[in-house]
């Protein structure tokens, strides 16, 4: 072959390399990643390899269940899948015996890889039973007994005296009990007025869960009350008098498929300046990152005013 040929030959093939590597370049342009984070029926959806990896490790390794339940014919519920990184995929799993079985289920979550190994795994609860027929017959009474009383109260006892709300020097400010529970779920406006499901989640899934409290704050002045909002406004006392700061449930929530069992009905996030005028009011809900289990003591709020609500 010529050199005048051999060079004709590269420079006809040089086109078809170039075609190869630009073949080559757009197939490893990253895809489109699903949502970060799905509940339910839509966790199975979006991320299927994995949520089946998790359910078969579980079915195949009962034994880390310990001797009570290794043995036992156990049902297994999706509660959520999310993304994490390095394309890690964390299954949380809700397991409990099939038959006999009255109470709380078990939970657990799995770290899947993409090829559908387990990476980690670790049991969060197991399942609890309830007490038995006669002492729920008995806690059943107690909790109609209450109600009774609790509304004749409500009849013969003005709103001063409720112990959840109080007088401060400029504002009325009503705290509620507050609830916990694992995940919040809720539907809500972005800043541009479209609805979208919102949802929250602890940053310590393991040991954390989200207590809740529902404020109402009323301007009773004849001025106007400027309110700030934030991780300074107020602190939860827990039963072993620590004390922790509201999160920032703008920043906090991100959006996420409708989750029956996580909904919080009404939920409201209460963050950033709210401005009172004379007699008016503002209802949210304040959110708290706090060990599971936590009893709780006062709430104090201290945005424009210091006020301690205080729990029985």
């Not at 009323?218 to 400027?226: A, D, H, K, L, P």
């Amino acid at each position: 072959m010529t050199e005048e040929n051999r060079t004709e030959q590269n420079a006809a093939e040089e086109p078809q390399a170039t075609d190869e590597d630009a073949a080559v370049s757009a197939s490893a342009e990253p895809a489109v990643k699903s949502a970060s984070c799905e509940f339910g029926e839509e966790a199975t959806k979006s991320f299927p390899s994995q949520v089946s990896a998790a359910l078969e490790y579980a079915r195949a390794n009962k034994y880390e269940y310990g001797p009570r339940l290794r043995d036992a014919d156990l049902t297994w519920n999706v509660v959520s899948a999310e993304r994490m990184a390095g394309d890690i995929v964390r299954v949380r799993l809700e397991f409990m015996p099939i038959s006999g079985f009255r109470g709380d289920p078990g939970s657990e979550y799995m770290d899947i890889d993409a090829g559908g190994a387990v990476l980690a795994r670790r049991q969060l609860s197991i399942p609890k039973e309830n007490k038995p027929f006669v002492l729920m017959g008995i806690t059943a009474f107690s909790v109609i007994l209450a109600v009774v009383v609790i509304s004749l109260m409500t009849v013969f006892k003005s709103e001063a005296g409720d112990p959840l709300y109080v007088a401060g020097r400029t504002l009325y400010i009503r705290a509620e009990e507050p609830k916990q529970q694992q995940f919040i779920s809720y539907q809500g406006a972005d800043t541009m007025g479209t609805v979208y499901n919102w949802a929250m989640k602890p940053e310590d899934e393991a040991n954390n869960e989200l207590v809740y409290v529902k404020v109402t704050l009323i301007n009773e002045t004849s001025g106007t009350v400027n309110l700030i909002v934030d991780e300074t406004s107020s602190t939860l006392m827990d039963g072993n008098r620590s004390t922790y700061i509201p999160i920032d449930t703008i920043s906090r929530a991100y959006t996420a498929e409708p989750a029956p069992r996580y909904t919080v009905p009404g939920f409201v996030p209460i963050w950033g300046t709210v401005k009172l005028n004379a007699r008016e009011q503002v209802t949210g809900m304040l959110v708290f990152d706090m060990p599971r289990g936590s009893s709780f003591s006062e709430l104090r709020w201290t945005a424009s005013d210091s006020v301690t609500i205080r729990y029985q």
